[in-house]
């Protein structure tokens, strides 16, 4: 056998090995959530003429504050851990089966006014928010909320 027949064949078998190898799916366990569970929370305040703003973002394991003033170009940020606990406790004001149910109103920011805008992020959908104060029946899980992140955000915002 010539050495171009050779190489030929190890070529081809080598090929072949690639396609099989490539080819060959392996089918990752998915993993599905038969809760519904949060998984992270945001917050925020932003005024249309003053341009302040106040963004936090809640995770299971950390928490940020971020806020300034577009106008002044100031900009300041704080982050920390949470334990489980204090997660627990922030998520429990919450109701999953109403969530669907809030409804938002239309922003002001445009108008000079601040938006509060809320998104809530379930393990199966992501809800999102904006000035829903005027909901008197379902605005107080987010006003409990509020109350229980003022007491984990330090006294002094950055």
């Known amino acids: 056998m010539s050495a171009i027949k050779f190489l030929r064949l190890k070529i081809f078998f080598s090929t072949v090995l690639l396609l099989i190898f490539f080819?060959?799916?392996?089918?990752?366990?998915?993993?599905?959530?038969?809760?519904n569970e949060i998984t992270s929370v945001?917050?925020?305040n932003v005024s249309g003429n003053l341009g302040n703003y106040r963004i936090i973002k809640i995770t299971k394991d950390s928490i940020t504050l971020e806020q300034g003033n577009t106008t002044r170009q100031t900009h300041k940020q704080?982050?920390?851990?949470?334990?489980?606990h204090v997660w627990k406790q922030l998520v429990s004001s919450f109701n999953i089966?109403?969530?669907?149910?809030?409804?938002?109103s239309e922003s002001i920011q445009a108008k000079g006014g601040t938006d509060e805008v809320f998104q809530v992020k379930t393990s199966k959908k992501?809800?999102?928010?904006?000035?829903?104060?005027?909901?008197?029946?379902?605005y107080k899980q987010f006003e409990k909320f509020k109350s229980q992140l003022e007491k984990i955000l330090p006294k002094e915002h950055p």
Do not use: Q
Not at 23 to 35: M, R, Y
Not at 78 to 84: E, F, L, Q
């Open 97 to 104: 089966a109403t969530l669907g149910k809030i409804k938002s």
């Open 126 to 138: 992501s809800h999102v928010y904006v000035n829903s104060y005027n909901d008197t029946i379902h």
């Open 23 to 35: 080819s060959c799916n392996k089918k990752a366990k998915k993993t599905v959530s038969k809760t």
């Open 42 to 44: 945001s917050f925020s």
């Open 78 to 84: 704080w982050a920390s851990g949470i334990n489980p």
